[in-house]
Structure formats: structure tokens, C-alpha cells
């Protein structure tokens, strides 16, 4: 219970899982692949996680948590949880899904954590940012080339 009271006041972001009908070999995986991300990840009763999220100071309503529950959270980066579990959720179709999580302090239900799910990692941000700045400046290197060019 304390563990998940932390979870709730001080992890940037929190995903609620449900993984029904998942093997033990899967969620091992999934335990694994989360935690190489930074990503934690606990099963846990309905009852301690509404209870433990409710004494929160967490905006909205907390999302219907349906089916055999996990709380995956980071305390780093606040897209990782929710991407890494829509990752896996992806190559194991129908036995793990997002119910809905918390993210910068508000409830959010499963559509909008589905959004931010498909948000890229921070390093392919920073990529396609530098590629965006890079872009005007290498056509204007172009154009002023082909000036060069046609001069010679």
C-alpha cells in the first residue's frame, strides 16, 4: 500500500494495465522489458490502488479499473510507462490493455493515454528537432551552390 501511495504523490507518470490472460513467461517478459525502459511495474488489488490513488491530490476522476490490474509508473519520463505497455500490448493483442493512468497529476482515460502512448521517445524528439532547424539551412546551402555552379 505504500509503495502504491508513492506511486500516486510522486511518479511523473502512471498507466493502469489490465493483463488478462497473460502467462507467467509474458509477464516476466513485460516486467523486464519495462524496467530495461525505467518503467516500474506492480500487480496489485483494485481495492489498494483506488485507495492508495484516491488519497492522492490527483485532479478528475480516477478511470473504471476493469479485469486483473497492474500500475506500471516512472518517476523520469512521463511517457514511457504508457508507451511501453501500448509496445507490448501491440505484439500481445487482446491480453494487455490500458485502462487509463495519470498523467502531469490529472486521471486521463484510455483514449488519451493511448495518445501519449504514441508519443516518440525524448532522443527521436531531439532528432526530428535538429532535423527541422537543419532543413532551411541545408537548402539554402543547395541554392547557393547551384548559384555557384551556373557562374563557373
Known sequence: MREL???????????????HGLSVGDTNTLRAELREKGVQYRVAKKTLIRKAFNESSIAGELPALDGELAVAWSMDDATAPAREVYTFQKKHEGKVSILGGVFESAYLDQTHMMDIATIPPMEVLRGMFVNVINSPIQGLVIALNAIAEQRN
Open 5 to 19: 501511495s508513492d506511486v500516486a504523490k510522486d511518479s511523473t507518470a502512471a498507466v493502469f494495465v489490465n493483463f
